[in-house]
């Protein structure tokens, strides 16, 4: 089967990458390099792995890059809410209009599926012990939130209008193994400072709740969603969360060391609550979470 993945240098494109080689696909990553450096990836290149530099947001280059393909597997975006704060129309260029140009793309060389990767932004605050699920309200509180929102319904509207299948995954907070120190999230930056035998620091008063997902957990839903699945949004997570005190204390008493916790101001756009229900994931695309946030020992040197 041949497979391209947009963003595909990136943290996840490279976990999904060296999975779906075991499975003998012909993959193609599609990337600016803007998040990534290409030189990070030549060992997949050295694997068979073709590489197109190109931008989602040039019509031209999404749609020479797509031609041939099977299967679309969609990563590419600016993910950072702090940048979509400072600046919004970049990220609405990349995550909407970008996307928009994908599905052109798509629907020009006849793509059998499209796999979309958004995000739990886009139901902005939850509620103290009430679970996400699919059909909960969305509202965003960022401009990152926002843009996956907009995202999201052009591609319902287009899939609806043009007979694309597709398929929606709303990842829920990522960890693992290569995250880049400028878009790593919470677990991965505790781990830095725990490195550095420095405190831990939290935004805010560390009771927000969140629902951690290992990328290899994250790469098994995208496999599932190659075979399953059509036309539907699904949850992707833990189905558990964990207040991010919680998390701190876990990974000091993992490391086995004793380091303190420092209390900082909340950041602008940080949500509250956020804990997904997992079960139309579960069962729709056979997808079960194998790594729970023991795990995050394999990270600790």
């Known amino acids: 089967m041949k497979i391209i993945v947009t963003g595909g240098a990136g943290f996840i494109g490279k976990h999904l990458i060296e999975f779906l080689i075991t499975k003998k696909n012909d993959i193609t990553i599609f990337d600016n390099f803007s998040n990534s450096k290409e030189e990070s990836i030549i060992y997949l290149k050295n694997q068979g792995v073709k590489i197109i530099k190109g931008d989602i947001t040039k019509i031209q280059d999404i749609n020479n ?3 041939d393909q099977d299967i679309v597997i969609h990563l590419a975006a600016k993910i950072s809410v702090e940048e979509s704060i400072e600046s919004p129309s970049k990220t609405f260029q990349t995550n909407v209009e970008g996307t928009k140009n994908l599905l052109v793309a798509c629907e020009k060389n006849n793509i059998k599926k499209i796999i979309i990767s958004s995000s739990a932004a886009v139901y902005g605050e939850g509620k103290a012990g009430i679970k996400l699920t699919e059909k909960s309200k969305m509202y965003p509180i960022s401009p990152y939130g926002e843009s996956k929102v907009m995202m999201e319904n052009e591609i319902k509207v287009f899939g609806k209008n043009h007979n694309l299948n597709y398929v929606i995954l709303r990842f829920f907070n990522i960890y693992g193994i290569g995250q880049s120190p400028e878009y790593a999230g919470v677990i991965t930056k505790f781990i830095k400072k725990i490195e550095m035998n420095k405190p831990l620091e939290i935004f805010g008063d560390g009771m ?6 290992s990328v290899n957990d994250v790469v098994n839903s995208i496999y599932h969603s190659i075979k399953n699945g059509k036309n539907q949004t699904y949850n992707i997570a833990s189905g ?17 060391k004793e380091l303190k916790i ?7 756009g940080d949500i509250r609550f956020s804990e997904a229900d997992i079960s139309l994931a579960k069962k729709e695309l056979q997808y079960l979470p194998k790594y729970t946030l023991e795990s995050i020992k394999n990270l600790l040197i």
């Open 240 to 256: 558990n969360s964990i207040t991010i005190k919680q998390l701190a204390k876990l990974i000091i008493t993992l490391s086995k």
């Open 262 to 268: 420092n209390y900082n101001d909340a950041k602008k």
């Open 208 to 213: 927000q709740t969140r629902d951690f997902i």
């Open 65 to 67: 890059a797509v031609k």
